[in-house]
């Protein structure tokens, strides 16, 4: 996937709020901060997704077959598919909220495939893969793709950030539900109610990947842009000119 070059700081009231919460979101407090949903269920059956397959015009870049299927190298510390009672969902401001589709419960990971897909047990026994919205990590190689630089650390750190938790995941009705080769497309948080951390922002935010619009755009890319742009001129992660200096193609970092 080529680099995607962050737009300029946004300068709505919306952006601005962006950019008041990134700092909290660097710090891996919640992504987004708001009403509190509290719903209490068990995992019963898959989540609706709206029953969307990808549209002909979706631009979404996908990852090569291999990669979508499997192949992966790094497996979450979760064993597989359990039934289990619902924690408190994120915390997502109502603004927000109202402009996705949250899924009522929330699932466990099989594995992480990159910086920015992973697969989720939709149902027992049944894993998907998931790509984030709005965001371009760099490629681990899987799929007859060169290691870019700073893929490792990138896979590593959304580890990091899911550990052992199961993972919240909303899709945006702006976006197709699917990509062109079935991935689910989704905004992915870990952890619970205001402890939850909106993967996508934060991988953004702390310099392991870059702010990517494909076709259509998503609805949280005014936070998204401000974040990379914050993150650019911090020289965090794979900005820094000790690592890639925001190029891709750079030799991967060990």
Request: glycine residues 10%; negative net charge.
């Amino acid at each position: 996937m080529s680099m995607s070059t962050p737009a300029p700081r946004p300068s709505t009231a919306r952006a601005r709020s962006a950019r008041g919460a990134l700092a909290a979101v660097i710090g891996l407090s919640a992504a987004t901060a708001g009403c509190s949903l509290g719903w209490q269920r068990t995992i019963e059956g898959p989540p609706l997704d709206g029953g969307a397959t990808a549209a002909a015009g979706d631009a979404t870049t996908p990852e090569a077959p291999g990669t979508a299927d499997g192949g992966a190298t790094a497996r979450a510390p979760s064993a597989g598919p359990r039934r289990t009672p619902i924690g408190q969902p994120p915390t997502i401001d109502e603004d927000v909220r109202v402009r996705l589709r949250v899924w009522d419960h929330p699932v466990p990971v099989d594995r992480v495939i990159d910086g920015d897909t992973l697969r989720v047990f939709t149902t027992p026994g049944h894993s998907e893969s998931v790509r984030l919205i709005g965001m371009n990590a760099p490629e681990t190689g899987e799929g007859q793709r060169a290691v870019q630089c700073f893929a490792k650390q990138a896979t590593d750190r959304m580890l990091a950030l899911i550990g052992t938790q199961e993972v919240w995941l909303a899709g945006d009705p702006t976006q197709t539900a699917r990509d062109t080769y079935g991935r689910l497309l989704a905004y992915v948080w870990a952890g619970e109610g205001a402890d939850a951390v909106l993967l996508n922002q934060a991988l953004i935010a702390q310099g392991y990947a870059n702010e990517a619009t494909f076709g259509q755009p998503y609805a949280m890319r005014d936070a998204f842009r401000a974040a990379a742009a914050d993150a650019r001129h911090a020289q965090r992660g794979l900005w820094s000119p000790t690592t890639c200096a925001g190029e891709y193609d750079a030799p991967p970092v060990p």
